[in-house]
């Protein structure tokens, strides 16, 4: 992702409140204000350091999930490597890690509506909308 991509994660994210987070069985996904974020690929919950969750978990882990999220603010957001890896930092010391691991499909998509989202995937492909310069209005 390149930094202007980068500019309009972080634009987008910090700052959000987690509303709502859930495991879906084959995905997470995560309210962020007025946006969602959907996470397809493989993820890591921490907290100060300890990994409470992934997305391989036993349900036992899942249920904390919303208690170590929700309501927490995003302090930072980062895509990092290759393959788009995202890292959410929220305040109170929890960061949501996502891992790209597919060729074949998208690792997390970040929607806010008609022509706003960011997508990962899949493998090193990304897209963002709307594109730089773009009102969203109809042309002739």
Known sequence: MDAAAQEQLRARLVGAVCRAIEHRGNHLQCRLDARLLVVNAMWRLSHEGTIVATSDAEDADLDAIPA???????????????????????????????????EKYEGWNLLGGFNDAIIAGPGRNWAVWPVAGDEGGDED
């Open 68 to 102: 170590l999220v929700g309501g927490q603010t995003v302090r930072d957001a980062t895509c990092r490597g290759e393959y788009n890896d995202l890292r959410l930092e929220f305040d109170g010391g929890t960061v949501l890690e996502v891992f790209t691991d597919s």
